[in-house]
């Protein structure tokens, strides 16, 4: 498959083992988070959302921190699996109503080895 | 399958040559949005629809770049006289209001990988 981001950031993690992948943000006004989770040739997948009123927000198998004083955006996801293996990039909105444009960081690319 | 369907997959043109990309939203959803996405990048917002209004458009989307919706449902993405530069993944994304209080969540397309020579 074609590869989505070839100079990437990187995190190797052993399957099994609990990954945390940053993310930072310069957009104070921002008040909505989305991290999103791509495949090789496939697009971005939904994974988690946190509004600005929260720090914090669990799913299954992953978390996410949201630490609005730094600007600063987490997600952690636990007990790793093969399928995990992606590009993760955090994604910021400005406002809930209003422009509805998503402002996408760089990307994380993971890696679960067996 | 129900999700977010674009048009063609993969797309190899010369420069100068004009390309169109389809997509069909999630069907309900009324708001459409196109983004670009560069190897190494993260998508990069280019326009959004409302229906057949398109209510927002990037300082990305040059003179050359049109798109349309007419009906409300499927939209296209023209790229008229292409550049290398223009060589990307367009990647297709539709939401549906959440309502007042809530953030709608976007779904995305699998994209259409451009490749101009």
């Known amino acids: 498959g074609e590869s989505v981001g070839l100079h990437l950031p990187t995190l190797s993690v052993q399957e099994g083992d609990n990954s945390i992948i940053n993310c930072a943000y310069s957009?104070?006004?921002?008040?909505?988070f989305i991290w999103y989770k791509q495949e090789s040739g496939k697009g971005p997948q939904f994974i988690i959302d946190?509004?600005?009123?929260?720090d914090k927000r669990q799913g299954q198998r992953v978390t996410v921190l949201l630490n609005k004083t730094v600007k600063h955006l987490s997600l952690q996801i636990a007990a790793t699996q093969p399928g995990d293996s992606a590009v993760y990039f955090c994604?910021?909105?400005?406002?809930?109503?209003?422009?509805?444009?998503?402002?996408f960081g760089q990307g994380t690319r993971l890696t679960i080895n067996p | 399958d129900t999700g977010v369907s674009q048009d063609p997959r993969h797309k190899i043109t010369k420069r100068g040559q004009n390309v169109t990309f389809r997509c069909d939203p999630i069907?309900?959803?009324?708001?459409l949005y196109w983004y670009r996405q560069t190897l190494g990048q993260g998508p990069e917002f280019l326009t959004y629809?409302?229906?057949?209004?398109?209510?927002?458009k990037s300082r990305l989307l040059s003179d050359r770049f049109s798109a349309e919706r007419p009906k409300g449902s499927f939209s296209t993405l023209e790229i008229q006289r292409t550049e290398q530069g223009d060589s990307a993944m367009y990647l297709c994304?539709?939401?549906?209001?959440?309502?007042?209080?809530?953030?709608?969540?976007?779904?995305f397309g699998a994209g259409t990988r451009l490749s101009v020579l």
């Open positions: 994304a539709s939401s549906l209001p959440a309502g007042l209080a809530e953030v709608d969540i976007q779904y």
């Open positions: 957009n104070s006004a921002s008040d909505y």
């Open positions: 946190i509004r600005s009123n929260m």
């Open positions: 994604a910021e909105k400005e406002g809930i109503q209003g422009a509805q444009k998503l402002v």
């Open positions: 069907s309900e959803h009324n708001r």
């Open positions: 629809f409302q229906n057949e209004a398109q209510l927002e």
